[in-house]
């Protein structure tokens, strides 16, 4: 494999074109099937959690691994924005990386510095131990900075009342590609918990957007409702998060089942179950 096959670029370039990405969320899947499914069933981007779940490195790694030989771009969200969360998850050579609980511009300085090569960041080079150095297949070292630096996305999170107090300041740090909000989190932190309907709430979300307008910035939110995600569409959202793999499993097994019964109960069967 080509080295440059590490890191396609696709990702990047679809957030230039401002395309409409729907990315799959892996929360709980341990084997390759969940990125499988969202391959083949036509998902743009593949989203591995590590914010809230128990997934190893080694889950990660693994997942990466088979989404760069199907070509699917991948991402990370990882669970801090410490040096060794950041450069541990970015040696394996994702596409992009998603930052959580953003709450200031410094705090966007930092992570930009930390996930960048010399000389724009500070990050440290594994130049032939991990899938970033793919082994010695780079034609030169900086070839290889070049590439990670130009084709990395960084992800962040408007999820805190900090962040939305200083959109401006936060999205328009350089090197930031996509922005999504986390509803839970920024719900709770403007003091509306799960009141995803409200004026205020609503009024909050269309600044993110037009903030991010302003500063070309990839506007993004998560949900699972197909007419709420429609909603944000027409207004401008262009990276959701939507599937979960253990939704969608507890979901499947719940329909599969009752519409079992339906059939068992139409039939004149009793069932146990």
Same mark, same amino acid.
């Given at each position: 494999?080509?080295?440059?096959?590490?890191?396609? /670029?696709?990702?990047?370039?679809?957030?230039?074109?401002?395309?409409? &990405?729907?990315?799959?969320?892996? +929360?709980?899947?341990?084997?390759?099937?969940?990125?499988?499914?969202? +391959?083949? @069933? /036509? *998902?743009?981007?593949? #989203?591995?959690? $590590?914010?809230?779940?128990?997934?190893?490195?080694? @889950?990660?790694?693994?997942?990466? !691994?088979?989404? !760069?030989?199907? =070509?699917?771009?991948?991402?990370?969200?990882?669970?801090?924005?410490? *040096? +060794?969360? #950041?450069? !541990?998850?970015? =040696?394996?050579?994702? =596409?992009?990386?998603?930052?959580?609980?953003?709450?200031? !511009?410094?705090?966007?300085? $930092?992570?930009?510095?930390?996930?960048?090569?010399?000389?724009?960041?500070?990050?440290?080079?594994?130049?032939?131990?991990?899938?970033?150095?793919?082994?010695?297949?780079?034609?030169?070292?900086?070839?290889?900075?070049?590439?990670?630096?130009?084709?990395?996305?960084?992800?962040?999170?408007?999820?805190?009342?900090?962040?939305?107090?200083?959109?401006?300041?936060?999205?328009?740090?350089?090197?930031? /590609? &996509?922005?999504?909000?986390?509803? =839970?989190? %920024?719900? %709770?932190?403007?003091? %509306?918990?799960?009141?995803?309907?409200?004026?205020?709430?609503?009024?909050?979300?269309?600044?993110?957007?037009?903030?991010?307008?302003?500063?070309?910035? #990839?506007?993004?939110?998560?949900?699972?409702?197909?007419?709420? &995600?429609? +909603?944000?569409?027409?207004?401008?959202?262009?990276? &959701?998060?939507?599937?979960?793999?253990?939704?969608?499993?507890?979901?499947?097994?719940?329909?599969?089942?009752?519409?079992?019964?339906?059939?068992?109960?139409?039939?004149?069967?009793?069932?146990?179950?």
């Amino acid at each position: 494999m080509s080295a440059l096959r590490v890191l396609s /670029g696709k990702l990047k370039q679809m957030v230039v074109a401002r395309e409409l &990405i729907v990315f799959g969320c892996i +929360h709980d899947s341990r084997s390759g099937a969940a990125v499988e499914a969202y +391959h083949e @069933t /036509g *998902y743009g981007a593949l #989203l591995i959690d $590590r914010e809230h779940t128990a997934l190893s490195d080694e @889950t990660v790694a693994e997942q990466l !691994r088979l989404a !760069r030989a199907l =070509d699917f771009p991948c991402t990370v969200r990882v669970a801090e924005d410490c *040096y +060794h969360e #950041l450069s !541990r998850t970015l =040696d394996q050579a994702p =596409d992009g990386i998603f930052v959580p609980r953003i709450r200031s !511009r410094e705090q966007v300085e $930092r992570l930009i510095r930390a996930v960048k090569y010399p000389p724009i960041g500070i990050r440290g080079l594994a130049g032939s131990t991990c899938p970033a150095g793919k082994y010695m297949g780079w034609g030169s070292v900086p070839e290889q900075i070049e590439a990670f630096n130009r084709d990395l996305v960084v992800g962040i999170q408007i999820e805190t009342a900090e962040a939305l107090a200083d959109l401006d300041g936060v999205l328009s740090v350089p090197g930031v /590609g &996509i922005a999504v909000i986390g509803n =839970d989190d %920024l719900s %709770l932190g403007m003091g %509306l918990p799960g009141r995803l309907d409200s004026p205020e709430y609503i009024a909050a979300v269309e600044r993110v957007i037009a903030a991010c307008e302003r500063h070309g910035v #990839l506007p993004g939110i998560a949900g699972g409702d197909p007419a709420v &995600i429609s +909603h944000w569409v027409e207004r401008g959202m262009r990276a &959701i998060w939507y599937a979960s793999d253990i939704c969608a499993m507890w979901a499947g097994v719940q329909r599969q089942l009752a519409d079992l019964r339906d059939v068992l109960e139409g039939a004149g069967w009793e069932s146990g179950a």
